[in-house]
């Protein structure tokens, strides 16, 4: 039996009720954009769903209608279960910060004591396209371009901001994610 998830109309609208944020509206669509181009190119090589990756994508960052800290996904799942969503588009969204947080490191940064650390191919996707900057990437159909992408990123969060532990493991998970989807895309 297959899931049946919110239309991206009824995620719209729940993105629109809680974020009044235009820049954090824009960056959560050009997530999903994204998402999907990444969730198409890896579709060859393996099963991905569209539907969730999209969904996922839309809402990913949700949790920033309350708070901006590392904590933000797991807000925002917690806003999605208030609407009945699926587990598989709320584990998305707790998930898909930095490179997510095993239960440990978790604890160290005030969330439950659980794995926070993206499994499934979705859950990786949404959590790697939200890295490949804000807005719009005019190279994400260049898969060999992603790492330098996310590279940069993580560059400039560890100048900004002293990155620590588990920041820093957790900035290499999703480095991980990223060379593993790069090597699937490049297999031919």
Same mark, same amino acid.
């Given at each position: 039996m297959s899931i049946v998830y919110p239309s991206l109309e009824e995620a719209r609208l729940i993105l629109n009720?809680?974020?009044?944020?235009s820049n954090i509206i824009r960056h959560?669509?050009?997530?999903?954009?994204?998402?999907?181009? &990444?969730?198409? &190119? =890896?579709?060859?090589?393996?099963?991905?769903?569209?539907?969730?990756?999209?969904? /996922? $994508? #839309?809402? @990913?960052d949700l949790g920033r209608a309350r708070t901006h800290d590392v904590t933000h996904g797991y807000v925002g799942g917690k806003l999605l279960e208030l609407y009945d969503y699926p587990a598989s588009i709320v584990k998305i969204v707790e998930? @898909?910060? =930095? /490179? /997510? %947080?095993? $239960?440990?490191?978790a604890v160290r940064i005030g969330l439950p004591e659980r794995s926070f650390v993206p499994e499934t191919w979705e859950e990786k996707i949404v959590?790697?396209?939200?890295? #490949? /900057? =804000?807005?719009a990437w005019k190279? &994400?159909?260049?898969?060999?371009?992603w #790492?330098?992408?996310?590279?940069?990123? %993580? $560059?400039?969060l560890q100048q900004n901001y002293a990155v620590t532990e588990p920041y820093h493991t957790s900035m290499q998970r999703a480095k991980h994610f990223v060379n593993a989807m790069v090597r699937l895309a490049m297999l031919k």
């Open positions: 009720d809680y974020l009044s944020d959560c669509e050009a997530t999903c954009q994204k998402a999907l181009r &990444i969730a198409k &190119i =890896l579709s060859a090589k393996i099963q991905v769903d569209f539907d969730l990756v999209s969904i /996922g $994508a #839309l809402l @990913h998930r @898909h910060v =930095l /490179g /997510g %947080f095993t $239960a440990e490191e959590c790697v396209a939200d890295k #490949l /900057g =804000l807005y190279e &994400i159909d260049q898969p060999q371009k #790492l330098e992408k996310m590279d940069n990123r %993580f $560059a400039e």
